[in-house]
């Protein structure tokens, strides 16, 4: 057995990385993807290793030099015209090598786990192609194939079908063929697909003109949880360093992401916060029936979304703002309010993380739980006066609620001392009684002129990708002056549609909020079985959970991500803690948090 490695592109997409190098010499983690590869090829029993070199050749050469010596024997073959040809050129110019033995063939722009080389060699059939079941991530030649594996269709980019993704398996650009192919169909294939279309194409073309002809030749070896990924751009770099990270920098590649997991298409995020629910009703159907439409065409200004907002949400047009998430106006208010803040830790960091840390005013309470009342707020503050205070009402990440009747006692206090109280109320409707316990009226902003709530629509609607959220206030002077710190485009289109419909679905929205409540009793009974778990009550949708030893919060996000594809939330560095024990855990559907039970269990 030898391996062919194609390694003639120039790697355009990559920008300034491949300006003066090959694409298999861009680092992943530090590690050149060529260096990988030939350590990985090391491990396996080569006769020898075929390098089809091009685009800065003689450094790749260079850079390769004699330290595979001893492990590998290493031949090169020159593309000297790589950039007028693709790659069934620099194949064409191995040909005669890929006749004197079975071959790997592989493209150079690949990480891999060491386990899919062993999978593909030590299978018994002699012609296989790796492939993996489609996912959105992936670009390039598509195979389908039927019950017994074999590949009966290449779909070439032109011929692909979104409407035909469930068939589709991508091709991993790991191939083997057995000597007797290369020399008696391949070979001669690609030689006369050359001689008719010129050099300007791709071998699979070749593989795919074989399976229209004889259908049992070329089978597909299907992977399912190992780890590969194709690096084309700055993007899939990033990506694919985020999959392969090592161990002890795994947490931060993700953690440091914010979002986008949808890049990882296996992966649970227990991490991120939204209604498991809503997103199953028809809303969403309409909106994609939309779709043409609303990427097409600009998205109303500040007044006509706060019009629709004020729809929505039942309260008077002059009262709220509409944002590009709550994020957005979390950063207007922050910057824009005056004196000092005072805040409850362990708490939603963006807002302190706003504000010059001189200004802040920390309660942290005295109890494991991270319980506390508006009487404990009204006394600390009472000794530690501040000119603003922030309310997370449930608290993230503790999920302590204060009843309704409790926030009217605070409010008034702060009401009669003149002190902003600014409640986000992001995670209101997913407590008991959610109907009854929200500020969003307008009877209460006007009773309470220096109360200000904020609602992140993406967390209790389940949108997060629409970036849509709603500051409330009586004080028409704040809101005015918020509104002037904001684009007058801040909501795209799918967003202000969203509102423009969404009082059809609001018997759907009630529906998956009371699904939801049924969903958070039912795992919270069974996070309370695993044995180094202690499970804090919650009103919210998420439990935080102080971890018992001999288990750490990192060690078990690390675990959880490495051999689950399950990301959770460690807490260990969030102020408040100080360091103590804790992870926060999403709820999710009943599928998924089944999941993560059993995963957990597993480490029991």
Known sequence: MQAIILAAGMGKRLKDLTKNNTKCMVPVNGVPLIDRLLQQLAQLDLKRVVLVVGYEAQKLIAHIGNRYTDRLKIEYVHNPIYDKTNNIYSLALASDKMQEDDTLLIESDLIVEDTLFRLIMNDSYPNLALVAKYQTWMDGTMVRIDDGHNIINFVPKKAFKYA??????KTVNIYKFSQEFSKNKYIPFLKAYCAALGNNEYYEQVLRVITFLDKSDLKALPISDEKWYEIDDKQDLDIAEAIFAQEDDLLRKYYGRFGGYWRFPKMLDFCYLVNPYFRSSKIIDEMQANFRTLVADYPSGMKVNSLLAS??????????????????????????????LGVTRPTFEEYPNRRAQ???????????????????????????????????????????????????????????RSIRLIVDESFVDFSENWQDNTLLRDDI?????????MKSISKSYGIPGLRLGILCSADKALIDEIKKRISIWNINSFAEFFMQIFNKYEKDYQ???????????????????????????????????????PYTPKGIALTMLRDYSILMKDCSNKGGFNGKAYMRIAVRDREDNEKLIAALQNLQ
Request: charged share 25%; aromatic share 12%.
């Open 164 to 169: 035909d993704t469930d068939t589709y398996y």
């Open 311 to 340: 729809k929505c949400w039942g309260i008077k047009e002059d009262y709220i703002i509409p944002g590009n998430g709550a994020a957005e106006l979390i950063k207007a208010l922050m910057e824009l309010l005056p004196g000092s």
């Open 358 to 416: 001189d200004t802040l005013v920390t309660f942290v309470p005295d109890n494991a739980d991270f319980r506390y009342s508006a009487q404990d707020l009204i006394r600390f503050f009472e000794r530690h006066p501040a000119d603003n205070i922030l309310l997370i009402n449930p608290d993230n990440p503790s999920g302590n609620f204060i009843p309704i009747k409790d926030l009217l006692s605070l409010a008034n206090w702060c009401e009669s």
């Open 445 to 453: 902003l006007e009773t309470y002129s220096h109360l200000v709530v």
């Open 511 to 549: 529906q998956a909020c009371d699904k939801f409540l049924v969903e958070r009793k039912h795992f919270e009974d069974q996070l309370r079985q695993i044995k180094f778990l202690r499970v804090i009550p919650s009103q919210a949708n998420y439990f935080l959970v102080e971890i018992l030893p």
